[in-house]
C-alpha cells in the first residue's frame, strides 16, 4: 500500500502516507484554499438566499493558476487575441457562462480541498509514525478532485503545458529551484492515477 491508493471491501480507497507526506499534502490543500479565495456568501453567512443567487465574475482571473483551475468555456486561445465578429461573441458567450458557474466550481474545489484536509487532520498515527488514510467512496472523489486541481496548480507554477513538458522535468539537475515542485508534481500524479484506478476497479 506504501505510495499508492489500494480498494476498500465496500468501496473507498486506503493509501499509507508517511509523516512528511502527510504535512506536504496537507500545506499545498492549504494553499490552494487560500488560492480559491472564500465563497461569495463568507461576509454574509446569515444569508444563504444572497450566496444562491450571487452572480460570479464576468472576467478570467488574472492569476494563471486561477486561469488554469477556471478556464474560459469559449474562448479558442488561438482566436482569443482576435477582434473579429466571431471572437467577440465568443468572448462574450464565455463572459455570460463564467458569470454563472465560476461560484459553483469555486464551491467544489473549495469543499474538495477542505474533505483532503479534514480526512488528513482525522487520521490516527500508528507508531512507526505515519498513518492509513481510509478513504469512503465520496471522499475518494473528492480526493481525486483536489488532486487533480492541485497537480494543474503546480503544472501552471512549472509552464508545462502537454506531456512533452512533463518529460523534461525528469531530466532537470538536482540543483534546479523548481525541483522540489518537480517531485511534488509527478508524486501528486501517482497518487491521482493510483486512485482513478482503484475507483474503476
Partial sequence: MP?????????????ALDDVEISIIR????????????????????????????????EPPADPVLKRLFPDAYVDPEQA?????????????????????????????RENALAVIRTLDA??????GGAVLKLSPEESRQWLGALNDLRLAIGSRLEITDEDDTDLLYRLPEEDPRKPMVLAYLWLGGLQ???????IS
Fill in 3 to 15: 505510495g499508492h491508493f489500494e480498494p476498500l471491501p465496500g468501496g473507498g480507497a486506503a493509501v
Fill in 27 to 58: 500545506s499545498l490543500a492549504v494553499q490552494l484554499l487560500e488560492l480559491i479565495g472564500p465563497g461569495p456568501g463568507a461576509d454574509t453567512p446569515d444569508d444563504p438566499l444572497a450566496e444562491l443567487f450571487a452572480e460570479g465574475p464576468s
Fill in 81 to 109: 487575441a482576435g477582434s473579429s465578429a466571431e471572437a467577440e461573441e465568443r468572448r462574450a458567450h464565455s463572459a455570460e457562462f463564467r458569470r454563472f458557474t465560476e461560484n459553483d466550481l469555486r464551491a467544489g474545489k
Fill in 123 to 128: 487520521l490516527a498515527p500508528v507508531d512507526e
Fill in 193 to 199: 492515477e493510483t486512485l482513478v484506478a482503484t475507483l
